[in-house]
T-cell receptor, first 113, second 115 residues
Framework: GENVEQHPSTLSVQEGDSAVIKCTYS??????FPWYKQELGKGPQLIID?????GEKKDQRIAVTLNKTAKHFSLHITETQPEDSAVYFC????????????FGTGTRLLVSP | GAVVSQHPSWVICKSGTSVKIECRSL??????MFWYRQFPKQSLMLMAT?????????EQGVEKDKFLINHASLTLSTLTVTSAHPEDSSFYIC???????????FGPGTRLTVL
């Protein structure tokens, strides 16, 4: 089955810096890769996603890149703000079947003012 | 759009009692919903996949007789933790997949504490 690894487990940056979180997946059949932000005591919130027919996607300060050959994808946050502090999860799934998401282990991002 | 609600947001119960958690997609139809549990500082663990009008599919190691799932309509799935014990205390989160799309939208979670 699919296995998703995520690094780093914690990331501390200064406000205004960029943050990069990386994930690798094992199943070459996976073709949908969402990123979720989870604040303390809340459910995960979808912040951006990418499909395997696209190499990069941007939404304001957030971007995701995908390298299908290497089977890894990354989340890039530019001009970080204290409110970006949260736990970020990557995930992978296929478009067929039940389309279960397999999650990474999470990255705790702390943005200091 | 794409709002998912859960009720209750938190519940405290005595050992041996049953607890029902509701998951609703408020502004879209969801033939498929998912139930996860999350322990502190850990990732989400899929418990089961719930499909409207059919039996849920449970992940390996999840007791289907203990975690009863009902998906009676295109906007509502329920998870009942039967005969709850302290080790069942956790954060339970549902998600709903919008019909025709791959995105999953998560509810706010339910914190269950079993005394």
């Amino acid at each position: 089955g699919e296995n998703v690894e995520q690094h780093p487990s914690t990331l501390s940056v200064q406000e205004g810096d960029s943050a990069v979180i990386k994930c690798t997946y094992s199943d070459s059949a996976s073709n949908y890769f969402p990123w979720y932000k989870q604040e303390l005591g809340k459910g995960p919130q979808l912040i951006i996603d990418i499909r395997s027919n696209v190499g990069e996607k941007k939404d304001q300060r957030i971007a995701v890149t995908l390298n299908k050959t290497a089977k890894h994808f990354s989340l890039h946050i530019t001009e970080t703000q204290p409110e970006d502090s949260a736990v970020y999860f990557c995930a992978a799934s296929k478009d067929t079947g039940f389309q279960k998401l397999v999650f990474g282990t999470g990255t705790r991002l702390l943005v200091s003012p | 759009g794409a709002v998912v609600s859960q009720h209750p947001s938190w519940v405290i119960c005595k050992s041996g009692t049953s607890v029902k958690i509701e998951c609703r997609s408020l502004d879209f139809q969801a033939t498929t919903m998912f139930w996860y549990r999350q322990f502190p500082k850990q990732s989400l663990m899929l418990m089961a996949t719930s499909n409207e009008g059919s039996k849920a599919t449970y992940e390996q190691g999840v007791e289907k007789d203990k975690f009863l799932i009902n998906h009676a309509s295109l906007t509502l799935s329920t998870l009942t933790v039967t005969s709850a014990h302290p080790e069942d205390s956790s954060f339970y989160i549902c998600s709903a997949r919008r019909d025709g799309r791959n995105e999953q939208f998560f509810g706010p979670g339910t914190r269950l504490t079993v005394l």
